[in-house]
């Protein structure tokens, strides 16, 4: 539903010398029609199209083919904001140490308004603050291909904190090497069917597991914070309270190999 106001986001973008590349999950929903049609027009847009696992594997099937020296990648439902690939060949042509540079973000409505602005913190600031949650927006990352070479290509056992993956990667293996674009580099849509929203438990416990392989351990406000959405979602749903207390037992017991002890038997 949103792919052609992503795809515009990236070709209306002024100044730069772009290939997108569009990696389609074998779709049966008129994205491939879509993309055949646009593909005519705009002969900077090429795109393939096979099942795959995931976005990981989609998007490391995309890494391997693409041309460019410097690369971004954007979902389907997000969108760029104009100057956004001009400002992050900017950054990186005037800092050639940089491997990477994101910048701020927006999240916005299934209608494109406003919602909050992403959380972000600059590239200085202690890998331990991934604890509280990532601070990098992904759809404003632009990074060298090198970088992929230094790091590895993305993890795909994970379904969706692959790219909080990758970034905590960045921060231990390239410091120093991380760059900032001090502007709204991208917009982050949130709706009912946005991995963020529709798969709560998946994302939690991913990132939960991230921060363990990374950093040790999670913290236990993860756990608190999906519990409290948790229950907030059961109780508009009328669920009774054994539905409420089996859901919440579940998510512990998965959640309690990625805390750290002493927080793992404080719960």
Known sequence: AFIAAAVDSVLSQNNVNIELLVADGGSTDGTVEWLTT?????CRLHWFSEPDTGPAEALNKALQRVRGTIIGWLNSDDLYAPGAIERGLDALIARPDWLMVYGHGEHIDVAGKFINRYPTRLPETCIDEFSDGCFICQPTVFFKRSMIILIGSLDESLKTAFDFDYWLRAFVKIPGRI????????????HEDCITLKMR???ALESMKVLHRHLGAASQHWVSTYINELQARLDSENATRDEINKQQSDFMEAASPFLSLSESMGS
Do not use: W
């Open 38 to 42: 646009k593909q005519f027009e705009d």
């Open 179 to 190: 760059g900032f674009v001090d502007a709204v580099q991208a917009y982050s849509r949130l």
């Open 201 to 203: 438990s998946s994302v």
